[in-house]
């Protein structure tokens, strides 16, 4: 009974680190990608192959945060008092090189799930995959880790926007369109605005660190107002879309996310970067709005393929 208790303990722990609240931002572009596809009714859209992408995008995530969690403990950016990580590293609760290793095996799980689309749809899908990896182990990895060179945002953007609402789209229907390049871009915007929270936020941890965002190098007033700008500018673009016909009149039912949207934005006004307690929760919040905003974007597209 007692290894059962402790095995449990332990799942629980690997979760922790995996840090589940963020897993809908790379769950959400697959599925705007998914319904992409259901909209442009491709004959040759292979269905059976959702699953797999969805899945294996997730657990890239996961090991994205275990690595980072890592190499963020390691480099001093996370401490006992900072707000960033999983906390199982300076809690003590698990062994860095434990954190290391498990963070590459879930690469690997990563990599075996995506084998079937690879077989469904060939070398541009290994393109896709390696992009994925290293743009995931790189984020904080050695030698690069472009995180600590204020290239963080700009990354998230790409890789957790257009390259995942596109990939999904191309594994799904083996095509591309240039409409989804176009739609996944709110995605995208959001996806940074989580990234531009928690940078907000530990502004002053960062520099202790010695490490660079965007936020740290320009201050608190510029890293607010890029926040405004990525959340904010995830709307003014959806309406873009819909004057150009890129999306339907449906697609403004993403406007039923906007008060979240103005909670938070509203809540970092005032906010001193020597004090950040009051937004120590901000990019939990923003990941729920990008997950509400993203799921909204997807039920308007499902409604303007059948009404």
């Excluded at 799930?113 to 990895?141: C, D, K, M, N, V």
């Amino acid at each position: 009974m007692a290894d059962n208790t402790n095995k449990n303990f332990s799942l629980k722990l690997w979760f922790r680190a995996t840090r589940p609240f963020s897993f809908t931002a790379s769950a959400t572009p697959c599925v705007v990608g998914a319904m992409m596809a259901l909209l442009m009714d491709s004959s040759g859209s292979l269905w059976y192959l959702l699953p797999f992408i969805i899945l294996s995008s997730v657990i890239m995530h996961a090991a994205t945060n275990v690595v980072s969690d890592y190499y963020d403990f390691i480099k001093g950016v996370d401490t006992k008092d900072s707000f960033g990580g999983s906390g199982v590293l300076t809690e003590g609760l698990m062994e860095p090189k434990q954190s290391f290793r498990g963070g590459i095996v879930l690469f690997i799980i990563a990599v075996l799930l995506g084998l079937p689309i690879i077989f469904a749809r060939g070398e541009i899908i290994i393109y896709l995959g390696i992009i994925g990896i290293l743009g995931g182990f790189f984020y904080t990895g050695w030698p690069i880790g472009y995180k600590y060179h204020a290239l963080g945002n700009y990354f998230v953007f790409a890789l957790m926007g257009p390259a995942m609402v596109v990939g999904t789209f191309y594994a799904l229907t083996g095509t591309y369109s240039s409409s989804v390049l176009y739609a996944s871009l709110p995605v995208g915007f959001l996806v940074a605005g989580i990234l531009q929270a928690n940078n907000l936020r530990d502004i002053v941890h960062d520099r202790q660190a010695k490490i660079k965002t965007f936020a740290g190098m320009m201050g608190g007033g510029y890293a607010k107002a890029e926040y405004l700008f990525l959340i904010l500018g995830a709307y003014i673009i959806v309406i873009a879309l819909v004057l150009f016909k890129i999306l339907s009149p449906w697609s403004l039912i993403v406007f039923l996310s906007l008060p979240p949207a103005l909670k938070n934005l509203n809540q970092i006004r005032g906010v001193h970067i020597d004090d950040t307690s009051k937004i120590a929760m901000l990019d939990v919040q923003t990941a729920q709005l990008h997950l509400m905003f993203g799921l909204l974007l997807s039920v308007s597209i499902v409604i303007s393929k059948f009404i």
